[in-house]
């Protein structure tokens, strides 16, 4: 499997700059394959120490703060060679808060090292006592659809949608397929061990196994490494995510994880399901403006899975129901179709999403895309009419340079709005950045 986050480990390790490596991630996203695949461009290789699983080389970290002398005895402990040319891969590092530390011993005292870390949990110690400013952050999400077609070899497809140069409506030849293939994706999300399974047997029913086991893992993660008067209010958050996205109005209700909840007594537990990379949380902006975050109302946001896949199968959306036409992209009140735009969102734009309400208006997500502030409706179907956005942009006419639609609609690009299909969603900032470039002429969908 590619993925395109090797070539920020390829900058990370060019870097004349490069402090030890944190790679952040929920867990099965595929942080551990990764890092090994990237030590084996090391002329020396890769050591891995899972302090997990090998429990007994952090006593090396409780004894001694000497970087040389730890690396010595993990050399020596381990039977491995360990040199400057060789990629030292500190695996579920959270498990021992002394290597954690450490790292920022290793940037002062042996910069010439290589030092790469991986964890699913890390998010929980980086609110705690974490060495930030002593080290580089990546942050790995579950594998993108476009990820997704070269897994499944269709690298035409990645190709054909990398060459397009203008915006003008995609062919049908390609057009189809591709929203085929969007189908396929929504089914098995991006984990990639769901992906392995899809790609190699085209099974929905191993599938659904791959990622029931993925959904038991993080719930077994609740009560192992949550605050214990917690873990409830961590399992009812996490139970009620479906119907928190099957409304109309996708705010996060505290009433709907249960009757009578309030902010203050479960806030805790979200903030873990957050820093656990298992959700995300979008805020809600009262008007745009830069930067995005000065605008934020933290009272009012939605929250979505960390997978489109894993979201479906923790609805127990059967994936019967999506050999009918488009219905996949529909059902669930297009629950699925704006946890699949966030998880693009997220991954193409250094600001996070916000989005944008005025009774009875919603705009979805605005995106902060270098200066401009820009309007994005993600639409399950072929309806386009999209009021809330054209209220938004009437509303906000002079602060909105474009307005993006997401739908199943062919690409084009009309006056002032940007028609792109949910396919194309991996494109979205290279094609905005082709809208402005031509204006608000635009090109009329054929």
């Known amino acids: 499997m590619k993925r395109l986050i090797m070539d920020d480990l390829i900058a990370w390790k060019n870097s004349k700059r490069r402090k030890p490596l944190v790679l952040r991630g929920a867990r099965q996203v595929g942080k551990t394959w990764l890092l090994e695949e990237f030590g084996k461009s090391f002329p020396d290789g890769y050591v891995r120490f899972n302090f997990d699983k090998e429990p007994e080389y952090s006593q090396f970290f409780k004894s001694t703060k000497d970087v040389h002398r730890i690396l010595q005895n993990l050399a020596m402990a381990s039977g491995q060679k360990i040199t400057t040319d060789t990629l030292i891969l500190f695996d579920e590092i959270q498990a021992c808060e002394e290597a954690l530390n450490c790292l920022k011993y290793f940037r002062e005292d042996a910069p010439e090292y290589y030092i790469a870390s991986a964890g699913s949990l890390l998010g929980l110690q980086m609110s705690g006592g974490f060495p930030v400013g002593q080290v580089d952050f990546l942050e790995m999400g579950p594998m993108t659809f476009t990820e997704f077609l070269l897994a499944d070899g269709a690298e035409n497809y990645v190709e054909y949608l990398a060459s397009l140069d203008g915006i003008s409506a995609i062919p049908d030849a390609f057009f189809t397929p591709l929203t085929e293939k969007l189908k396929h994706y929504f089914i098995t999300g991006g984990m990639p061990e769901a992906v392995k399974v899809w790609t190699e047997d085209n099974d929905p029913r191993e599938v659904d196994r791959v990622l029931s086991d993925i959904i038991t893992a993080y719930e077994s993660d609740f009560g192992k490494h949550a605050p214990v008067e917690d873990v409830p209010k961590i399992r009812y958050i996490w139970q009620s995510l479906p119907s928190q996205l099957a409304k109309e109005n996708k705010k996060f209700l505290y009433s709907v994880v249960k009757p009578g909840a309030r902010a203050r007594e479960y806030e805790n537990a979200l903030n873990w ?174």
């Open 273 to 446: 399901l957050k820093d656990a990379d298992i959700v995300s949380k979008v805020s809600r902006i009262t008007r745009p403006g830069l930067p995005l975050s000065a605008y934020g109302d933290l009272s009012a946001f939605k929250i979505y899975a960390v997978d489109v896949g894993i979201l479906r199968r923790l609805s127990h959306l059967p994936t019967t129901a999506f050999v009918e036409n488009n219905r996949l992209f529909t059902e669930f009140k297009g629950a699925l179709t704006e946890n699949y735009v966030h998880q693009s969102l997220i991954r193409q734009f250094e600001v996070p999403p916000r989005y944008w309400t005025e009774a009875p208006h919603e705009v979805d997500f605005i995106i902060q895309r270098e200066t401009d502030v820009i309007p994005i409706e993600a639409k399950a179907g072929e309806n386009v009419k999209a009021t809330s956005v054209k209220r938004y942009a009437k509303t906000y006419e002079s602060q909105t340079p474009i307005i993006v639609r997401l739908s199943l609609r062919n690409l084009s690009h009309d006056g002032i709005i940007l028609n792109v299909p949910l396919f194309m969603v991996d494109q979205l900032d290279r094609l905005i950045g082709m809208a402005l470039s031509i204006g608000n002429g635009g090109t009329h969908e054929r």
